[in-house]
């Protein structure tokens, strides 16, 4: 299991070695493998099995020898992929909450009305070009109103000055 092909929100399931301590069975284990952002590496538990192992996780493909560990995989296993199941489903629902006028192009554009002195950016513009970024600052200007359920709200004011000056 290559560690850069890894999920470091996810944990899994892998081989590992005995701790090697006199009177222990020359076992492979299976123990949980997550990233630990605190120390920015990948570790290991305890086997499954409740035994003591080496750090690490042994190369892909190594069966696991531990009846107990094999015991206890389906009922960890079911855990772990109802985690993955649960964060895509949480993405998902982010997903279908994304609003279509929030936006990075929109969001800088209402930057600019909100920040900047906008009758004089958009002096400097096309008739076109003034309504096109008056567009997206309605647009997040209205995409924050639903946030804020102050749905009653306008266009803020100022913002097509070019058709206020006649």
């Given at each position: 299991?290559?560690?850069?092909?890894?999920?470091?929100e996810?944990?899994?399931?892998?081989p590992?070695?005995?701790l090697?301590?006199?009177?222990?069975?020359d076992?492979?284990?299976?123990?949980?493998?997550?990233?630990?952002?605190?120390?920015e590496?990948?570790?290991?538990?305890?086997?499954?099995?409740?035994y003591?192992?080496?750090?690490?996780?042994?190369?892909?493909?190594?069966?696991?020898?531990?009846?107990?560990?094999?015991a206890?995989?389906?009922?960890?296993?079911?855990?772990?992929d109802?985690?993955?199941?649960?964060?895509?489903?949480?993405v998902?629902?982010?997903?279908?909450?994304?609003?279509?006028?929030?936006?990075?192009e929109?969001?800088?554009?209402f930057?600019?009305?909100?920040?900047?002195?906008?009758?004089?950016?958009?002096k400097?513009m096309?008739?076109?070009?003034?309504e096109?970024?008056?567009?997206?600052?309605?647009?997040?200007?209205?995409?924050?109103?639903?946030?804020?359920?102050?749905?009653?709200?306008?266009?803020?004011?100022?913002?097509?000055?070019?058709?206020e000056?006649?």
């Amino acid at each position: 299991m290559t560690e850069t092909a890894l999920d470091p929100e996810r944990r899994y399931l892998v081989p590992v070695a005995r701790l090697d301590l006199p009177g222990q069975p020359d076992d492979v284990h299976l123990s949980l493998y997550e990233w630990l952002p605190r120390f920015e590496e990948w570790a290991t538990g305890m086997a499954l099995c409740g035994y003591s192992t080496t750090q690490g996780a042994l190369p892909e493909g190594t069966e696991a020898t531990c009846r107990s560990c094999e015991a206890y995989r389906p009922q960890y296993q079911a855990v772990l992929d109802a985690e993955v199941r649960a964060a895509a489903e949480r993405v998902a629902r982010k997903r279908e909450a994304a609003h279509a006028a929030d936006t990075p192009e929109n969001g800088a554009w209402f930057t600019v009305w909100l920040e900047g002195n906008w009758s004089w950016v958009t002096k400097k513009m096309t008739t076109v070009q003034r309504e096109y970024a008056a567009d997206r600052v309605a647009a997040y200007s209205r995409y924050l109103a639903e946030c804020d359920n102050e749905l009653d709200l306008g266009e803020p004011e100022g913002l097509r000055w070019w058709r206020e000056a006649g």
